[in-house]
T-cell receptor
Framework: QQPVQSPQAVILREGEDAVINCSSSKALYSVHWYRQKHGEAPVFLMI?????EQKGHDKISASFNEKKQQSSLYLTASQLSYSGTYFCGTADGGATNKLIFGTGTLLAVQP | NAGVTQTPKFQVLKTGQSMTLQCAQDMNHEYMSWYRQDPGMGLRLIHY???????DQGEVPNGYNVSRSTTEDFPLRLLSAAPSQTSVYFCASKRTGGTDTQYFGPGTRLTVL
């Protein structure tokens, strides 16, 4: 079952902050975040493991609450280059650790 | 390293035709998978494989077949194409551990008329 992402779309001005949420109805082992530019393949951003660990990558960070089966992606002081569609992928820690992706959040950063 | 490669980049089929989308990776990854991407639907898992000779169904497997005879290759077959299979198809690979990055190929844009 696909994780649910919110919001579906968000428009920002450069320098503004945004939060993208990802929730699952299943117990999770890890959450993977990707960004996809129009016409391109998804590109890896970061992985979070259960344990509530928060990770960061430049001005993009994320948290994972395995009890609530939720993850959030935080974009701080957004830049034009942050525009794209963001996907969360969830793995349940089974033998295959297959990734199931959400429906995506379209982020548009305007000058 | 070429990473994950897919051919063709674009394909137009008529309803009922069959074809194979090719996918190869040179990272010695055990796990390979196929996704389809449709507007508003995100990336949906079609089939996946954890090693040569082992495949399993994902979320939307109907109308597609796969096989994995080598670690490097994971072709996706459409036996009788339907307009509902018009989509962008991505192949991906990773190690089987849950902490490993999954790498995507550049995608194949398929149109079924």
């Amino acid at each position: 079952q696909q994780p649910v992402q919110s919001p579906q779309a968000v428009i920002l001005r450069e320098g503004e902050d945004a939060v993208i949420n990802c929730s699952s109805s299943k117990a999770l082992y890890s959450v993977h975040w990707y960004r996809q530019k129009h016409g391109e393949a998804p590109v890896f951003l970061m992985i979070l493991l259960k344990g509530g660990e928060q990770k960061g990558h430049d001005k993009i960070s994320a948290s994972f609450n395995e009890k609530k089966q939720q993850s959030s992606l935080y974009l701080t002081a957004s830049q034009l280059s942050y525009s794209g569609t963001y996907f969360c992928g969830t793995a349940d820690g089974g033998a295959t650790n297959k990734l199931i992706f959400g429906t995506g959040t379209l982020l548009a950063v305007q000058p | 390293n070429a990473g994950v490669t897919q051919t063709p980049k674009f394909q137009v089929l008529k309803t009922g035709q069959s074809m194979t989308l090719q996918c190869a990776q040179d990272m010695n990854h055990e796990y390979m998978s196929w996704y389809r991407q449709d507007p508003g639907m995100g990336l949906r898992l079609i089939h996946y494989s954890v090693g040569a000779g082992i495949t399993d169904q994902g979320e939307v497997p109907n109308g597609y077949n796969v096989s994995r005879s080598t670690t490097e290759d994971f072709p996706l077959r459409l036996l009788s194409a339907a307009p509902s299979q018009t989509s962008v198809y991505f192949c991906a690979s990773k190690r089987t551990g849950g902490t490993d990055t999954q790498y995507f190929g550049p995608g194949t844009r398929l149109t079924v008329l």
